[in-house]
């Protein structure tokens, strides 16, 4: 019932136009009841993305899973991948779909809202993991912006493409370039800050007190 009911909208809205679309359409074309669209659909909007929730689910599902011996921008960007796969299951549809929602204002809003969504769920994830780290909250936030930017400009970029070329090989590209920004060592914990390096240059045969006394100089101790 629900793919007949995704089938028979975007039927309609390929030849009628999303706005001059109504629910009403889309059940007598599926031959059910409104009772049954809403059923499955709070809006008509959701009947444009009808597999978002279930890989929302999936993704909070795999990150809830992960341990703590996981690198966390590894597990993020592993997680955006999901949605890529999602949108790969059915190339024909998804170009469609970025089609339809790029006509329509009201579509591209509720695509945006959708968006971000996913980013809080990633953000939330690395926010538990940086507890206590300093920035910890800012850094889980920029980088789960990093990696949903990511994911949509190869994404879209496939998109645009009709669905040709390999998506997994562009995202993963793309992911490549916030795990090389963001997953290499550890981040200090809160009051620690960079280890300070002095060196203090001296010429041969310099007194050892003489020494002595330009480091503590350089170390503010003098």
Not at 53 to 64: G, Q, Y
Not at 149 to 166: E, Q, Y
Not at 170 to 187: E, W, Y
């Amino acid at each position: 019932m629900r793919d007949a009911l995704v089938a028979a909208a975007f039927r309609l809205f390929l030849e009628r136009g999303y706005e001059q679309t109504t629910v009403d359409d889309v059940v007598a074309l599926a031959g059910v009841g409104r009772r049954s669209f809403f059923r499955y659909f709070p809006s008509e909007e959701d009947v444009v993305f009808p597999d978002h929730e279930r890989c929302l689910a999936d993704m909070t599902a795999f990150l809830t899973a992960g341990s703590d011996d996981d690198d966390p921008v590894r597990r993020v960007c592993d997680a955006a991948r999901l949605v890529l796969l999602m949108y790969a299951e059915n190339p024909a549809f998804s170009v469609q779909r970025h089609r339809l929602t790029k006509s329509v204002p009201g579509l591209r809003a509720y695509e945006l809202s959708v968006v971000r969504r996913y980013e809080r769920a990633l953000a939330g994830y690395l926010r538990a993991r940086f507890t206590g780290l300093r920035n910890g909250a800012l850094r889980a936030d920029v980088i789960a912006a990093a990696v949903v930017a990511a994911h949509n400009n190869a994404l879209r970029s496939w998109l645009r493409s009709d669905g040709k070329g390999d998506a997994e090989a562009a995202v993963d590209h793309a992911l490549g370039h916030v795990r090389a920004a963001f997953g290499a060592g550890p981040v200090a914990a809160a009051g620690e800050g960079p280890e300070d390096v002095v060196v203090v240059v001296s010429r041969r045969g310099t007194p050892l007190w003489r020494v002595v006394r330009e480091l503590e100089t350089a170390l503010g101790r003098g």
